[in-house]
Structures are given as structure tokens and as C-alpha cells.
């Protein structure tokens, strides 16, 4: 079978999912087992001029659901970014991870060359379905579940390579 667009985007996006559900898990525990407000580290941040933790998770799914949506020439469900704790980011991670799960593979493979148009700060990029997943979306992507891996990280969280990897 040939490797598809549908490959390097859905399950993709879902085991990354997977896996930032379970740093904010380790996270939470080792806030709760060290005693400190698990807020602290909801409101971390590495810079001052990038997101907290929740941004972060908030960028992710947000990456994940129109990433896969634009290539499949759909609509993604939209979340608000009211969450407050803990368990909304889960949730929200959960529900990004049940929308990818009704993503039609025959609305994305096939269609490579199907237009992506957005809008960025006033401008309008045009992409094929292809360059827009592996040029824009799954950097994006990773650039997000990477940053709130660091700063878990930084902020004391005992991390390593595995838990943002996982199991194989």
C-alpha cells in the first residue's frame, strides 16, 4: 500500500494527541505530588511574549483539527479557548482526538492537489492539500506539543524522550 495523506495527518495528529494528554498527566501528578498549584504550571510559560501551558495545548489541538480538516476540504468543529484547568485542556484534547477519529480517509487521499487557502495576519497563503500538511500544519503541530513539552520540562516535571515518543 502506498504511504497517503490521509497517513501523515490523522494518525499523526492522533498519537501526538495521545501523547500530550499523557505530559499533562505526568505533569498534574507531579504537581499534586510535590504540592504545588497545579495553576503554576497551567500559566507557565518559557517567554514572556509566548503562550502558557494552555495555549500551548489550545495551539496543538487547534493545529490538529484544521490541519486535518483543510486537507480533507471540511469544516473542523471550533473550540472555544475558555479552558481553566487541568481537566478542560484534557477535554479538549480528547475531543480533538474524537473529531480526527470521523475524518473520512476518502476525503483526504486522493486529493493532494485540492486547494488550501488561509488567512494569516492579513495575508492569504495558497497551498496544494500536500505542501499545506507538510509544510504549515504538522511543523505547526509539533511546534506546539514540543513547546508545552518544554515547558512541563522547565518547570520541573520529570519528562524524558519516552513520554513525548511513547511506546512503539
Not at 486535518?68 to 475558555?82: K, L, V
Not at 482526538?97 to 495558497?126: P, T
Amino acid at each position: 500500500m502506498a504511504f497517503s495523506l490521509f497517513d501523515a495527518s490523522v494518525p499523526v495528529f492522533t498519537r501526538g494527541l495521545g501523547q500530550l494528554s499523557h505530559i499533562l498527566d505526568k505533569g498534574l501528578a507531579h504537581a499534586q505530588a510535590s504540592g504545588i498549584d497545579p495553576a503554576r504550571l497551567f500559566d507557565a510559560r518559557l517567554a514572556p511574549d509566548m503562550f502558557t501551558l494552555a495555549g500551548q495545548i489550545q495551539s496543538a489541538s487547534d493545529a490538529a483539527k484544521y490541519g486535518a480538516a483543510r486537507i480533507a476540504g471540511a469544516t473542523a468543529p471550533s473550540f472555544p479557548d475558555d479552558e481553566a484547568n487541568y481537566a478542560a485542556l484534557q477535554a479538549r484534547v480528547a475531543k480533538t482526538i474524537d473529531y480526527l477519529g470521523s475524518v473520512d480517509r476518502a476525503a483526504i487521499d486522493g486529493h493532494e492537489d485540492r486547494e488550501v487557502v488561509m488567512k494569516v495576519r492579513g495575508n492569504e497563503l495558497r497551498f496544494t492539500a500536500q505542501r499545506y500538511l507538510l509544510q504549515f500544519a504538522v511543523p505547526n503541530f509539533f511546534f506546539h506539543v514540543t513547546t508545552a513539552y518544554d515547558i512541563l520540562r522547565h518547570s520541573g516535571v520529570p519528562l524524558g524522550k519516552l513520554d513525548y515518543l511513547g511506546r512503539f
